[in-house]
């Protein structure tokens, strides 16, 4: 049995930063894919950036150079860097991982606002 938690959501004022991290644990050792998406209100829920085994990174143009994801294959977990917060950004993010299927963790609030 896979779980998958994340923590480090909250509220942060504009331009402010906010690091999730994410803890998969289980019996598989590495998963394939490791990664965030995120859900506003009322929209669907969006890639925000993935991180491969092999370490080639993808994030969403919305975030680029303003997001950083990092994994430790060791720990089997995943860590994402929010700089320069936008209200937009306001979402639950979900942590994602892969290995044969896909786990998903509880989601974790983040709430940009001043």
């Known amino acids: 049995q896979v779980q998958v938690v994340e923590s480090g959501g909250g509220l942060v004022q504009p331009g402010g930063s906010l690091r999730l991290s994410c803890a998969a644990s289980g019996s598989i050792p590495r998963f394939d894919i490791m990664g965030w998406y995120r859900q506003a209100p009322g929209k669907g829920r969006e890639l925000v950036a993935l991180i491969f085994t092999g370490g080639s990174i993808n994030y969403a143009d919305a975030v680029k150079g303003r997001f950083t994801i990092s994994r430790d294959n060791a720990k089997n977990a995943v860590s994402l860097q929010m700089n320069a917060l936008k209200p937009e950004d306001t979402a639950v993010y979900y942590c994602?991982?892969?290995?044969?299927?896909?786990?998903w963790g509880q989601g974790t609030q983040v709430n940009v606002t001043s």
């Open positions: 994602y991982v892969f290995f044969i299927r896909s786990y």
